[in-house]
């Protein structure tokens, strides 16, 4: 059947493909826990997804949150509930908000740097080169990045879910009217611990997945610059979508009754 | 593969005692493409052997399979008797140490500063302190004719033919018993080229190294190597002492060392 063929292709590339991947976060991993560690290279990378992310985290989270205060007061005045203006905010932050636009906008910066780093060393040879030293690229490359990914990341949305509250609260005091200890108080009583946690597990698990993604399009980039571009762009593309897909699923492992 | 070919291939690759290389029956393919068909070769202690051949005959596949960057299907590669393929982990990485390598274009390490570059494998490979490894770095990097202050700068900053020296000086750092160059001449002016060629020369007799080449520059094969081996059609056709090339006996050999057009060798060109 003619028609079968194509679905069949499609099914079994995704399957490879998946199978690809999944050796590869396997292998990944498997370098993170043995020795020997680079932890001058595990620092760079710290600070180069962690501290360089910040102004981007900062800028989305502090917009957010007004925008939120804002959205939610107009929505909420039309049945009189505007009180609820500040639970709203640090509910929605802290558990979905905060770390997927974060983690959304570290994917673009730096999982299609990883990509287009690790894709150009794959055509220039470099990490052919690495091999030849008798160096592991996995430790010395993939490794370090996991390991950034998943500890900076936690940090990155902490501050982020702090700077996108203090957006909803000044939107709220300065534009709204709102008092600010009741504002505040409002606030600190409705947040709860797991709301925050469930946060930060899913900044964890995003920050592996965007280098994850960064990693293996670049560290199998083919043909050039040609080659390098779509790598790039796939490890954006993936890591959103995995972004997505996980905030779902972790979501209904904390939240689903 | 004609007669003539085979037979030459046959007279072309003595049997040397205890060669530091030994590779027999290399099958390499990339889907329904042999690559490598059967290629026997042996590198002997100390000697130069260049190989030699058109492009896309598989003679950089031929020097990954060695280095196990690319896994044959069949085969055989010994270094020093012990056998390469289906090495991993700490096994390989032990033989890969008596490995030093110039990549075409260099590969060096662009997140890193030149003498770092020349001292990685000091640094990584052999756990040396960076203070001592950088010392090395800067003896290697005067052994190749550049100065301490190449060593500060970026590889983004270097020319081609600096590129090449910082790139055979990190291929001796670690003083390897082989040493692989792979077209260690092209993309360099002439001048430029033959500086290279007596760097490699001065620097595999200084260290003792043996030395595998791989390159379609005929001047350099003729001025680096002992010997020359002819890579076509997935195997070695012919190899014998340098001096013996012209005299070849071998219609493959004779078109390739005179850049012909005409004769055994097609070229697959696609017609626009």
Redesign the interface.
């Known amino acids: 059947m003619p028609i079968l063929q194509p679905i069949g292709r499609t099914v079994l590339r995704f399957f490879e493909a998946t199978g690809r991947l999944s050796l590869f976060a396997f292998t990944a991993i498997t370098h993170c826990v043995r020795p020997p560690f680079y932890p001058r290279l595990i620092g760079r990378q710290m600070v180069e997804i962690g501290f360089y992310s910040l102004p981007v985290v900062g800028l989305t989270a502090i917009f957010t949150g007004m925008v939120l205060a804002l959205q939610s007061y107009t929505g909420f005045a039309r049945f009189s509930a505007e009180s609820a203006v500040p639970n709203v905010v640090v509910v929605s932050i802290t558990r979905e908000l905060g770390p997927v636009l974060a983690a959304l906008m570290v994917a673009g910066r730096v999982g299609a740097a990883m990509a287009a780093?690790i894709g150009?060393?794959r055509v220039?040879?470099?990490i052919?080169?690495?091999?030849?030293?008798?160096?592991?690229p996995f430790k010395?490359l993939i490794a370090p990045r996991l390991i950034a990914g998943s500890t900076m990341m936690p940090l990155l949305v902490l501050i982020a879910d702090v700077i996108g509250v203090f957006g909803g609260y000044v939107v709220s005091i300065y534009k709204l009217g709102f008092n600010p200890h009741i504002y505040l108080k409002n606030t600190i009583d409705f947040m709860e611990f797991q709301d925050v946690v469930s946060g930060l597990v899913k900044a964890s698990v995003f920050g592996f997945l965007i280098t994850l993604m960064g990693c293996y399009h670049g560290y199998n980039s083919r043909g050039g610059a040609q080659g390098v571009g779509a790598a790039t762009t796939n490890a954006v593309v993936s890591a959103s979508i995995l972004i997505l897909s996980f905030n779902y699923l972790i979501t209904e492992m904390f939240f689903a009754r | 593969m004609t007669d003539s070919a085979n037979s030459t291939q046959t007279a072309a690759t003595p049997a040397l005692a205890t060669p530091k290389i030994r590779i027999r029956g290399l099958h390499k393919s990339f889907g329904d493409k042999v690559v490598l068909d059967g290629l026997d070769l042996d590198v002997g202690v100390g000697e130069s052997v260049v190989v030699i051949g058109g492009s896309g005959t598989g003679k950089s596949v031929l020097l990954?399979c060695i280095?196990?960057?690319l896994h044959p299907e069949d085969g055989s590669i010994e270094i020093d008797g012990e056998e390469m393929v289906g090495l991993n982990g700490r096994e390989r990485?032990r033989v890969?140490?008596k490995?030093?390598?110039l990549?075409?274009?260099a590969?060096?390490?662009?997140?890193l500063p030149v003498w770092e570059n020349v001292a990685?494998?000091l640094i990584?490979?052999e756990r040396k302190e960076r203070d001592e490894a950088r010392v090395i770095a800067f003896e290697k990097l005067a052994a190749v004719g550049l100065g301490s202050d190449v060593g500060l700068l970026s590889p983004a900053e270097l020319s081609g033919g600096m590129r090449k020296r910082v790139g055979l000086a990190?291929a001796i750092a670690t003083e390897p018993e082989v040493i692989f160059f792979d077209e260690p001449t092209t993309g360099l002016d002439p001048i430029m080229g033959d500086v290279i060629n007596d760097l490699i020369i001065k620097c595999v007799r200084e260290l003792g190294a043996t030395a595998l080449s791989i390159t379609h520059d005929m001047a350099s094969a003729r001025k680096i190597a002992n010997r020359i081996a002819m890579l076509y059609d997935g195997k070695i056709i012919w190899a014998g002492p340098v001096a013996e090339i012209d005299a070849s006996g071998s219609a493959y050999v004779e078109q390739f060392i005179h850049g012909r057009a005409e004769g055994p060798i097609k070229m697959q060109l696609r017609a626009l």
Do not use: H
């Open positions: 780093e150009t060393m220039t040879e470099q052919d080169a690495l091999d030849t030293l008798a160096t592991n010395y | 990954k280095l196990g960057l990485d890969l140490r490995f030093g390598m990549f075409q274009n590969a060096l390490f662009d997140s990685f494998g990584e490979g990190r």
